[in-house]
């Protein structure tokens, strides 16, 4: 996984690419949670930022999963999308 995956890059994905993704991502943790505990690690937030997409992926599968999944149309930017779910979210 790319350093600070972007969630709407993994919006885009189905459910088994995300698997796929969270596989990786915790076997690229386990590896550098390994070079740290032998002192080889040379880019400690690297680990911050594998920790935080797995994080992202969690989050994505369970939205999924709770039916709660946003949406966003292709060329709306993030805060325009951010600022319609909270209209929602106020209407409701």
Do not use: C, H, W
């Not at 997409?53 to 999308?81: F, H, K, N, Q, W």
């Amino acid at each position: 996984m790319a350093v600070g995956t972007k969630v709407s890059e993994l919006r885009e994905l189905n459910d088994e690419e995300l698997v796929v993704k969270l596989r990786e991502a915790k076997e690229e943790l386990f590896r550098l949670r390994f070079q740290a505990a032998t002192g080889q690690l040379e880019n400690n937030s690297r680990l911050r930022a594998v920790r935080k997409d797995i994080a992202r992926v969690y989050t994505l599968m369970r939205e999924r999963e709770l039916g709660i999944e946003t949406v966003v149309p292709v060329g709306e930017s993030d805060a325009a999308a951010e600022a319609d779910q909270a209209e929602a979210v106020e209407n409701a």
